[in-house]
Each structure stands twice: as C-alpha cells, then as structure tokens.
C-alpha cells in the first residue's frame, strides 16, 4: 500500500487559472511557490544521473495548507545524460506550450528543458494566464507569442502582470522574475541558467520583505 501526503491546497493550477474556486494568489505566496518549485528542480537535476522530470506544469504542482510546492506525477521523468554525453535522445513526450523548441524538433532532452518549461511556468505564474489557452482570442492563445513583445520592452512588460494581484506586487521582484523569465527561455538552450541558479536567483525574493509593493 502506497501512503501520499495529503497537499491540502490542491493544484497550483486550480489556484491560477480558476478563480471561482479559490482566492487570487498574493504575491508574497507566488515567490514562495516559485521558490519551492525551482528547488525540487534544482534537486532533481544534482543527482548523480540527473533526473529531468519532463513534464512541468501548473496541475502537477501540489500545494499544502502552507502552500509549500511539491512536484507530483514523475511518470515521465527520465535521467538524463552522463559523461561526454550532451542528450539523451528519446520520443517527444509532454505538455504542449511546457517543452523547449529544441527537444520539439530533435527530441535531444536536457536538464534545459525543464529549465525552459520551468520560465513557461514563471510566466503563468506573473500573469495568470495559461500556456495554451484556447478560449482566448487567436493572437494571444499562445502565451509566450502573446507575452513576447512586452517582455521585450521594459515600458511595458508590467501590463502583462495578472489584474488578480490588483497592484500588490514587489516592483523589484516583477523585474527580477521578467529578467528570469528571459533568460530560462531563450532559444540557445546552452544559455539558460541551471536551476539551482535560479533558485539563488529566486530565494531573495522570497525573503524580502513587501516594503517596495505598489498599489498601481
């Protein structure tokens, strides 16, 4: 018999993307969220192979009644390359709108995907939309093609920040999380950060203090 822990909480994806069942996630419990989810990465891909867990989203994020993150479903979660090896080579298998563009076209799979769904993630999170939304109008069913030019112009990235939050948000933390999410999803996966510098990225912002929120 198999005994789980009760995650009091349920899914991050029932708090982001349905409302009527849960209140609005404040900011302070995304960051610890964000936080909990890029060290069980971090984790992950320091064991010895490297595990890469392959299928990231928001409804395989449990949360407990501290709305600590646990990741769930590690069914396709495979280890990934040792020695000189760059990738493993496997079929394509995941969320649409989560897996990088490289393992989409080659199948070549690296602890960089994660990395890659792991900024998808940060995105969803920031603006409460997501990934593939298909009740949204055509232009923005498509998060990351939607999100793409504000997060390219510092003016505007702001707007893109999910209405639920009402303006409550670290200023500074929006920035540092939109610089982040650029860099996990750029297209060299080469230069994305390894997770656990996104969770040093991460951690400060968890940890400070809420005395830089605006109420725009």
Not at 63 to 91: E, W
Not at 99 to 108: D, K, Q, R, S, V
Not at 163 to 178: F, H, N, T, V
Request: proline share 5%; aromatic share 8%; charged share 25%.
């Amino acid at each position: 018999m198999l005994v789980y822990e009760f995650m009091a909480r349920g899914s991050l994806e029932n708090h982001l993307f349905r409302h009527h069942q849960s209140q609005p996630l404040s900011w302070a419990i995304r960051m610890k969220i964000c936080v909990g989810v890029a060290r069980a990465l971090a984790f992950l891909h320091e064991a010895e192979p490297p595990v890469i867990y392959r299928d990231l989203k928001a409804s395989n994020i449990l949360l407990d009644n501290d709305y600590n993150a646990k990741l769930s479903d590690l069914g396709l979660a495979k280890d990934g390359p040792t020695g000189d090896q760059t990738h493993v080579s496997t079929r394509v298998m995941g969320t649409y709108g989560y897996a990088a563009p490289e393992y989409m076209t080659t199948g070549h799979l690296t602890t960089k995907n994660d990395v890659y769904a792991f900024g998808i993630l940060l995105l969803e999170i920031l603006t409460g939309r997501r990934a593939i939304d298909y009740s949204q109008p055509s232009a923005e069913q498509n998060l990351l093609e939607w999100a793409i030019p504000y997060l390219m112009d510092k003016h505007k990235a702001y707007r893109i920040i999910d209405p639920q939050l009402e303006g409550r948000y670290s200023m500074k933390g929006a920035r540092r999380i939109i610089n982040l999410v650029c860099q996990c999803l750029v297209a060299e996966s080469k230069l994305r950060p390894e997770m656990k510098n996104v969770v040093e990225i991460l951690e400060p912002l968890q940890e400070k203090r809420l005395e830089d929120s605006t109420k725009l």
